[in-house]
């Protein structure tokens, strides 16, 4: 533990023996958090165009070819998989919501793409091929404390070709989230109202997360989450303890780089 001792005016921190904190092992927030309302939330948060140029980077940057398989994870209703998939990518899509996989399940049926669909905790996923690339999208990789990040890391990298890449779409790294946190926010999406409150707490580093949805017909849901926080040297070394390589960071996938705080 730490404590803080005021002492002439200025503060000073004293170690005393080193206990580790203990990690944050409440519910992951990909297990209820994207259900009921969220999910229409979700739906209307990316426009079409968001999606498919980041479909044609993952394409371009993994030098990717029809028939070259790409894994999914945390895929939500599949909007990467299935833009992904009818450019004729073999995907593997895995999320631990059955209405996500499910529908995924019947867009895939109706256009006859080549997705397999997974019902499964990524964490506990069990892979048995190859890819020529892996996705995690929609801030996903945040949901999870150093140990489950590594230990997801790891299956990643072990089932990625020589020359396979893992794309990573985030917004909660510290360079972003400590210039951009706001305590409290609102959005109207629709017929939803969205509340949020956050609180940025440390050790470890993480928001808290407690949010509202109000319908215009007076449903209301009420949700709690963690995005825990990882600076882009935290994120390269956990990379680096894995086998993975971090090659770029952009802003706009492709075409601008990113700087602290966009």
Same mark, same amino acid.
């Given at each position: 533990g730490v404590k803080n001792h005021l002492w002439n005016k200025h503060h000073f921190l004293y170690p005393k023996k080193l206990r580790m904190p203990q990690n944050i092992k409440s519910e992951n927030v990909n297990n209820s958090f994207f259900q009921g309302y969220y999910k229409d939330i979700w739906r209307q948060f990316f426009p079409e165009k968001t999606t498919v140029a980041e479909v044609d980077f993952i394409i371009n940057e993994g030098n990717l070819l029809p028939g070259d398989s790409v894994l999914d994870i945390m895929c939500g209703y599949g909007r990467h998989s299935i833009e992904l998939a009818q450019k004729g !990518? *073999?995907?593997?899509?895995?999320?631990? !919501?059955? +209405?996500?996989?499910?529908?995924?399940?019947?867009?895939?049926? =109706?256009? *006859?793409?080549?997705?397999?669909?997974?019902?499964e905790d990524v964490l506990e996923m069990q892979i048995d091929k190859q890819y020529d690339a892996v996705i995690c999208m929609g801030n996903s990789l945040q949901f999870f404390n150093e140990e489950d990040t590594l230990r997801l890391?790891? %299956?990643?990298? +072990?089932?990625?070709?020589? =020359?396979?890449? !893992?794309?990573?779409?985030?917004?909660?790294? =510290?360079?972003? =989230?400590?210039? %951009?946190?706001? +305590?409290?926010?609102?959005?109207?999406?629709?017929? !939803?109202l969205f509340l949020t409150e956050n609180k940025l707490l440390f050790h470890p580093t993480r928001i808290e997360i407690s949010s509202i949805i109000i319908a215009d017909s007076g449903d209301r849901e009420e949700k709690t989450g963690v995005d825990f926080i990882y600076s882009i040297s935290e994120l390269e070394t956990m990379f680096n303890k894995t086998g993975l390589k971090l090659i770029e960071i952009y802003s706009i996938p492709g075409k601008k780089q990113f700087t602290v705080g966009e």
């Amino acid at each position: 533990g730490v404590k803080n001792h005021l002492w002439n005016k200025h503060h000073f921190l004293y170690p005393k023996k080193l206990r580790m904190p203990q990690n944050i092992k409440s519910e992951n927030v990909n297990n209820s958090f994207f259900q009921g309302y969220y999910k229409d939330i979700w739906r209307q948060f990316f426009p079409e165009k968001t999606t498919v140029a980041e479909v044609d980077f993952i394409i371009n940057e993994g030098n990717l070819l029809p028939g070259d398989s790409v894994l999914d994870i945390m895929c939500g209703y599949g909007r990467h998989s299935i833009e992904l998939a009818q450019k004729g !990518l *073999n995907v593997t899509a895995i999320d631990n !919501l059955p +209405d996500y996989i499910n529908e995924i399940k019947s867009k895939a049926t =109706a256009e *006859n793409l080549g997705i397999q669909s997974l019902c499964e905790d990524v964490l506990e996923m069990q892979i048995d091929k190859q890819y020529d690339a892996v996705i995690c999208m929609g801030n996903s990789l945040q949901f999870f404390n150093e140990e489950d990040t590594l230990r997801l890391l790891s %299956n990643i990298s +072990d089932h990625l070709k020589p =020359a396979g890449k !893992l794309f990573i779409n985030t917004w909660s790294i =510290a360079e972003i =989230a400590m210039k %951009n946190f706001k +305590d409290k926010s609102w959005s109207r999406f629709g017929e !939803l109202l969205f509340l949020t409150e956050n609180k940025l707490l440390f050790h470890p580093t993480r928001i808290e997360i407690s949010s509202i949805i109000i319908a215009d017909s007076g449903d209301r849901e009420e949700k709690t989450g963690v995005d825990f926080i990882y600076s882009i040297s935290e994120l390269e070394t956990m990379f680096n303890k894995t086998g993975l390589k971090l090659i770029e960071i952009y802003s706009i996938p492709g075409k601008k780089q990113f700087t602290v705080g966009e």
